[in-house]
């Protein structure tokens, strides 16, 4: 019995040997270098069941302020979405302040704000979630190691989440997350989400991944709905890191306002110093 006992707790001091603790993995893809802004030209492409394609274009502007990350989306290709506007606020997790969405539809000249319960639908019909437009939130689910894998020839730590309350879940519609963490580029390689009968319904992975500028990118993200077999996917393209780009850039006036270019490059300024 004194062996059986040992046992176990030698292998329990090997596995937390072994990996790091799951939130401290979460923590570092988090955090990670992403520089202070960034500019790209964004394909957005949604993919039906047939394998039929509509693409839609979108200029993705990101920003750094003094107490949360900016985000300003706008879509300038495509009839049925030319105008359209999101931009979206990230605050750090430990102020425990909700990030903060809002949504311009030209047609009806208002701005609409994406409430919490309205995160887990539809980015402009792709199957991206508005709340996977967000940064990881660490504390909204209980996290555990079960194990690594090789993955597209990555070694990887799986990371099984749990969510930490029914608001969790009223704002993901995801009952349980499976994650593959790089170890070394600490980015989601895959991400696996499950409903409430504990089916996997969607899968997100990170089909292309560049260094770009020494930060580690993933310059083409797809998500496929396993219910419905229809995809989508992000596709980066002409991404510049650390450019000089304008607060007003980011306010609820520039949701309106559009941006009247021909080049993500005509919104990079001067360095901001």
Do not use: C
């Amino acid at each position: 019995m004194k062996k059986g006992i040992l046992a176990i707790l030698l292998f329990s001091s090997f596995l937390s040997h072994a990996a790091p603790d799951a939130d401290s993995i979460l923590t570092a893809v988090r955090d990670r270098d992403d520089g202070y802004s960034y500019v790209s030209d964004v394909e957005l492409n949604l993919i039906n069941s047939d394998g039929d394609v509509r693409p839609r274009n979108m200029y993705m502007l990101q920003k750094d302020s003094d107490d949360k990350e900016m985000t300003y989306i706008y879509f300038y290709d495509s009839v049925d979405v030319r105008g359209v506007s999101f931009l979206m606020y990230t605050y750090p997790e430990q102020t425990g302040n909700a990030d903060d969405q809002w949504l311009y539809l030209p047609a009806f000249r208002k701005i609409r704000r994406i409430g919490s319960n309205d995160k887990r639908g539809s980015f402009m019909g792709s199957t991206f979630s508005y709340y996977d437009m967000d940064k990881i939130r660490v504390s909204d689910y209980q996290s555990t190691v079960i194990g690594e894998e090789t993955i597209n020839g990555r070694d990887t730590w799986v990371i099984v989440q749990t969510p930490a309350s029914q608001d969790v879940i009223n704002k993901t519609g995801y009952h349980k997350v499976t994650r593959w963490v790089d170890k070394e580029r600490d980015i989601f390689v895959r991400s696996e989400y499950f409903d409430a009968k504990d089916v996997l319904f969607k899968r997100q992975e990170a089909v292309e991944v560049e260094a770009i500028q020494g930060i580690w990118t993933v310059t083409n993200a797809k998500t496929v709905n396993l219910v419905n077999n229809t995809s989508s996917e992000m596709i980066f393209n002409n991404l510049e890191y650390n450019v000089g780009l304008d607060n007003k850039k980011f306010s609820k006036r520039a949701l309106k306002n559009g941006l009247k270019i021909s080049s993500i490059k005509e919104v990079i300024q001067g360095d901001e110093g």
